[in-house]
């Protein structure tokens, strides 16, 4: 079973910028396709992003221009880079190892001044 260990969530101000980390340990980490998402407070989880172990990415339309996920297989980290920062964007961010279905248990980011 691959680990999957969210960090760097936060209170940040609107138009602020955050990093968030996720270090998956065991497994080959450089095949696997690995998503961030996301779950507003008493709303659905929905996908952010997602980086193969090609590093090709996607990202949500709205989020497109502001977040950039990328990945170090080296450490075995992916990374989302949250620029300008809007209140809208508060949730608990969730790493996916979609190869192995594998979940982190969240990270928690608030936008608000």
């Known amino acids: 079973q691959v680990q999957v260990v969210e960090s760097g969530g936060g209170l940040v101000q609107p138009g602020g910028s955050l990093r968030l980390s996720c270090l998956a340990s065991g497994g080959a980490f450089n095949i696997y396709t690995m998503g961030w998402y996301r779950q507003p407070p008493g709303k659905q989880r929905d996908w952010v992003a997602s980086?193969?172990?090609?590093?090709?990415?996607t990202h949500l339309d709205s989020v497109k221009g502001r977040f950039t996920i990328s990945r170090d297989n080296a450490k075995n980290t992916v990374y989302l880079e949250m620029n300008n920062l809007r209140p809208e964007d508060t949730a608990t961010y969730y790493c996916?190892?979609?190869?192995?279905?594998?979940w982190g248990k969240g990270t928690l980011v608030v936008v608000s001044s």
């Open positions: 996916h190892n979609i190869y192995t279905g594998d």
């Open positions: 980086i193969t172990g090609a590093h090709k990415t």
